[in-house]
């Protein structure tokens, strides 16, 4: 249905290594959203992709919307101890459905 | 400082009780939510307002309920009726739920916890 997956749950990286989420539909996406959440805080937006095959970067993160508009991703390059929490990606408008996340640790 | 505030931050209830979480916003958004999340699992939509005295179910729906009188504010009832109700539960704001791809935004949560 209207669900979203991501993979993989739980990611532990050692500090300096990349680091990547995969957010997937099983229906097309009319935009796609990706949020922050730090250990015991809220989540926090962070993008939205609209385009199919849009890619956007923030500083070390790299957004990317698929070419079918049915999958996302979000890549960290040498991660960073302060990039520790969990991804969500979500979809939807005005009403979000969001997929159940990808927590990652990093290792210092 | 515009932003969105759920109080109080840890909230305990007794069997049998109705517990109300509050959740105010000055940044004159049209639409609010409430989610709740539960450990190592991602949000699930519980109610959510599009405008002032308008509401409609999430997919959680059961066992709350909530109230729109003011554009600022969108309370939470956690009733008696909701049997599982330990959870962090999440307010968010939206500048409209009918203009596509708008960014939540959301509060600090308010923690519940069954005594």
């Known amino acids: 249905g209207q669900q979203v997956m991501q993979i993989p749950q739980y990611q532990h990286v050692q500090e300096g290594e990349d680091f990547t989420t995969y957010c997937n539909s099983s229906t097309t996406l009319s935009n796609i959203q990706w949020y922050k959440q730090r250990p015991g805080g809220h989540p926090v937006f962070l993008i939205q992709?609209?385009?199919?095959?849009e890619v956007k970067k923030q500083k070390r993160l790299t957004f990317q919307f698929g070419e079918a508009k049915k999958n996302s991703s979000l890549h960290i390059t040498a991660t960073q101890t302060t990039d520790v929490g969990t991804y969500f990606c979500?979809?939807?408008?005005?009403?979000?459905?969001f997929g159940q996340g990808t927590t990652l640790q990093v290792k210092p | 400082d515009g932003g969105i505030t759920q109080s109080p931050k840890y909230l305990f209830r007794k069997e049998g009780q109705n517990v109300t979480l509050s959740c105010e916003q000055n940044l004159n958004h049209d639409a609010m939510y409430w989610y709740r999340q539960d450990p190592g699992q991602g949000l699930r939509l519980i109610y959510y307002?599009?405008?002032?005295?308008?509401?409609q179910k999430g997919d959680i729906a059961e066992g709350y309920s909530v109230s729109r009188e003011k554009k600022e504010s969108f309370p939470l009832t956690v009733t008696s009726a909701q049997k599982n109700p330990t959870a962090f539960y999440l307010c968010?704001?939206?500048?409209?739920?009918?203009?596509?791809?708008?960014?939540?935004?959301f509060g600090d949560g308010t923690r519940l916890s069954i005594l």
């Open positions: 307002s599009q405008i002032v005295n308008d509401f």
């Open positions: 992709l609209v385009k199919s095959g």
């Open positions: 979500a979809r939807g408008t005005g009403k979000l459905i």
């Open positions: 968010a704001s939206s500048q409209s739920a009918w203009l596509g791809n708008q960014p939540q935004h």
